[in-house]
């Protein structure tokens, strides 16, 4: 089934030839006719699956001509997946005259209000900055007919569903609407049934699943050998471009400053940044002038940064879905990638917990060459055998003798 027998406007068939898309993906092929004949929709696929096409080309479709109010709304959790939606959104509009607006905080009002005052059709926004304009009246929800929810269960996690709400408020009870997320949890059940009329789902692969191309590994290591453990690991892997992902905004700083100093090309994305750092940060590294960005997880979730050779947990995610989008960084388009995540002791249930998310153990492997302090992860049953002393003192570490497994995957050519 090709696009141009899903009901697209000519236009924005255009458009998609001229962004080089040739057939539908499983969620465009499912998603956009419903969407034309106006069912709403809860969708919940892995990201890069090309879910914001299955909402923007039909919403495109719809609106047809510019009015220059908005009658479109999609509702993004973070900056970055804000602009990056908006940047798809004119993409896919190229033929057409409709306009679309990027609204979020962190940035002055000026180039807002003016693109506001101008008209537009479209308005991609972050739920805080959003519901300023209204409250300043420089814009108006009430003539809009599609509504979009985009990763709502981000969104919840970040606490904006009391902002989501008051935004459904503002939109008039006659609309369309639909809400991707890549779980519902009871929060969510509750806005679904108020906001939504009769949804279809439309749930593409399993939920759960991790890219097939993507090798995982687990490196057990003493709290206090971490950063030793991360700068061996980044020496001996061959890596394009690596994400290391860190559970703390001071954390991510921390290990950015760290691997600057060990001469890594480092960018570092989380949320205290000022929006033009984080800017800078993330075109730097999709350019390829940064080869590391040491993120917190607002950089796991639906952003789409190509060729990512490695995914680096610094630290095991809290919460298992973060796993899997963490590591949906990687391993893209059936390109191969690898992930490694580091465990200290505290961590033990936290990759338990993740490895009967995703319905498979991870192998835990020890790093060539690395004088390894005792942990008592090394007790865990796989790694049986006993540790050689080379002469550390009982207490302060015991050293390992390195187990022969090859260490980080791909070999550094040098
Ligand atoms: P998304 O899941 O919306 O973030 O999309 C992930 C990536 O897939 C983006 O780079 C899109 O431009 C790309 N993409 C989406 N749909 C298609 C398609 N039908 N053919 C080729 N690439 C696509």
Redesign the pocket.
Known sequence: MS?SSLGLSDNILKG?RA???????P??LRGIPLFLEGRDLIGS??????????F?LPILTKLDKPQKNPRALIVEPTRELAS??ET?FR?FSRYSDLRTTVIYGGVKYGKQNDELERGTDIIVATPGRLLDHVSQKNLTLKNIEYLVLDEADRMLDMGFMPDVKRIIQHCPEKRHTSLFSATIPPVIETIIQWAMTDPETVEIGMRRSVAETVSHAVYPVAFDQKNDLVLALLDKVDYDSVIVFCRTKMGADRLGSLLKRENHSVAILHSDRTQSERERSLEGFRDGKYKVLVATDIASR???V?NVSHVVNFDVPQHPEDYVHRIGRTG??AASGDAFTMMIAEDRQHMEAIERFIGKKINREKMEGFDYKYTSLFDDGKHASPPRFRGGSVGRGYSFGMSSRKGGGRRKRR
């Open positions: 696009f998609i962004m080089g898309y040739e057939d539908p993906t969620i465009q696929a892995q990201t890069g699956t090309g879910k914001t096409a299955a923007g990056q939606v798809a993409d639906g952003l789409d190509a893209r388009a």
